[in-house]
Nanobody
């Protein structure tokens, strides 16, 4: 297991921006595909964005395309999620996750709350 620690969540008005960070300690961060997920109350967890080991491949959910950007700094063992033009429906707990052992995301952070007020 590779501990993942998210930060950067908070309360922001609609239209605002936040940048989430997820720092990994231990392991070989540069060999893990990383993802950001979110879970709103009463809803299932959903993938927001993912990024390949080198950062060359990025995948986004349709509902965040053009508004969110995932990036990583392998020298700092950190993955980021820049969120712009936030909407109230983006309110959720955001989790980062790593694919350490194979094709599944098997390592998770504790989550950070993002609340967007209307």
């Amino acid at each position: 297991q590779v501990p993942l620690v998210e930060s950067g969540g908070g309360l922001v008005p609609a239209g605002g921006s936040l940048r989430l960070s997820c720092a990994a300690s231990g392991g070989t961060f540069s060999s893990y595909r990383m993802g950001w997920f979110r879970q709103a109350p009463g809803k299932e967890r959903e993938l927001v964005a993912s990024i390949s080991e080198s950062g060359g491949n990025r995948v986004y959910a349709a509902f965040v395309k053009g508004r969110f950007t995932i990036s990583r700094d392998n020298a700092k063992n950190t993955v980021y999620l820049q969120m712009n033009s936030l909407k109230p429906e983006d309110t959720a707990v955001y989790y980062c996750a790593a694919r350490v052992g194979g094709v599944q995301y098997d390592t998770w952070g504790q989550g950070t709350q993002v609340t967007v007020s209307s």
